[in-house]
C-alpha cells in the first residue's frame, strides 16, 4: 500500500489516501487539543504512544467482534484503516459523572451512576459539539433509524470489553467517545468503528486514588499528561 497525499487535516491526526480508495493512512500528531481546538498544545511522544495504544483497543474489539476501520500498524505513527464515510455523531457513555455531564446538571464528578448514560453529540467544532437526540438525528437526515440503534448497542458492547480491561488494571472507565461509519463503497455493510480510541477521547480514572490519566490533565494543566497515557498503557499490555 503506498501513500498518496494529505486528504483530511484534523487537530491530532492527519489521513492520507492511498493507491487503493478503500484504504487511508492515520498518522498520529504529537499535537493535543482542548475545547473544540481553543487551547493547542505539541506534547512529545504523543502520536506514537496514541497510535500504539489506538492498535492495541482495536485488536482487543475486534477480536470481542466489535468491527472497526483498524487494519495494522504501518510504522511508529502511521496505521493503515479503512476508508469510511463517518456519521458526523460522537456516541459518548458515561459509568461515572464528569465533564459535561456534572457541569450541565450540576452534579460532583465522581457520582456513580444506577446506570450507563448514553449520549449523541453532533460533530461540530464550530459549534462546540452541541448535545443532540434521535429525532435530530433523523430529522436532519445524519443516520437512519437502524443506524441509531447500531451506534448504541456497539457503544454499550465497547463498554462491556474495555470497562473490565481497564478495571483489570486499576483503571475506572469512567466515558468515552466513540464515532462510526462504513465502508463508501459498501452502503450496505454494517457500521464500523472509526477514528480512535485512546485517553485523547476517553476518561480514565486510577481506581485507588481516582487520579485522572487521559485528557484532562491537559484540559485542566495537570501536567504529566504523556506520561499517564503511557502508564494506563503499559498497565493495560500495550507494547510502549
Ligand atoms: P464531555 O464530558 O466533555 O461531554 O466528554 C465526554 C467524553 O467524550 C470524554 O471522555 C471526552 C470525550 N469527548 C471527545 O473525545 N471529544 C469531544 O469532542 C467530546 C465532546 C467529548
Ligand atoms: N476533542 C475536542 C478538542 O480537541 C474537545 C476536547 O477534547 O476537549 O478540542
Not at 468491527?67 to 457513555?93: D, Q, Y
Not at 477521547?201 to 481506581?207: A, E, N, V
Amino acid at each position: 500500500m503506498e501513500k498518496r497525499q494529505e486528504l483530511y487535516r484534523g487537530k491530532a491526526k492527519t489521513v492520507y489516501t492511498t493507491d487503493d480508495p478503500a484504504y487511508l493512512v492515520m498518522h498520529y500528531r504529537d499535537d493535543t487539543s482542548a475545547f473544540d481546538g481553543a487551547k493547542i498544545a505539541q506534547l512529545a511522544m504523543k502520536g506514537e504512544t496514541n497510535n500504539r495504544f489506538n492498535a492495541f483497543i482495536m485488536e482487543q474489539l475486534a477480536a470481542a467482534g466489535v468491527g472497526t476501520h483498524f487494519v495494522k500498524l504501518l510504522n511508529e505513527r502511521e496505521s493503515l484503516v479503512k476508508n469510511l464515510k463517518m456519521i458526523p455523531i460522537e456516541c459518548v457513555v458515561r459509568n461515572v459523572v464528569a465533564g459535561s455531564m456534572a457541569k450541565r446538571l450540576g452534579l460532583s464528578e465522581g457520582m456513580p451512576l444506577v446506570n450507563p448514560v448514553f449520549e449523541f453529540f453532533y460533530k461540530s467544532d464550530a459549534l462546540h459539539d452541541p448535545m443532540v437526540n434521535d429525532y435530530h438525528i433523523l430529522a436532519l437526515g445524519w443516520a437512519s433509524a437502524a443506524d441509531i440503534e447500531a451506534m448504541k448497542t456497539l457503544t454499550f458492547k465497547v463498554n462491556g470489553v474495555l470497562k473490565p480491561l481497564f478495571a483489570q488494571a486499576g483503571l475506572t472507565l469512567v466515558d468515552y467517545k466513540l464515532e462510526f461509519g462504513r465502508e463508501a463503497a459498501k452502503p450496505q455493510a454494517p457500521l464500523l468503528l472509526g477514528d480512535e480510541f485512546t485517553p485523547d477521547g476517553c476518561r480514565l480514572w486510577d481506581s485507588s486514588s481516582q487520579e485522572k490519566m487521559d485528557k484532562d490533565r491537559f484540559r485542566r494543566d495537570l501536567g504529566n499528561v504523556i506520561e499517564a497515557y503511557r502508564e494506563v498503557g503499559r498497565r493495560i499490555g500495550v507494547p510502549l
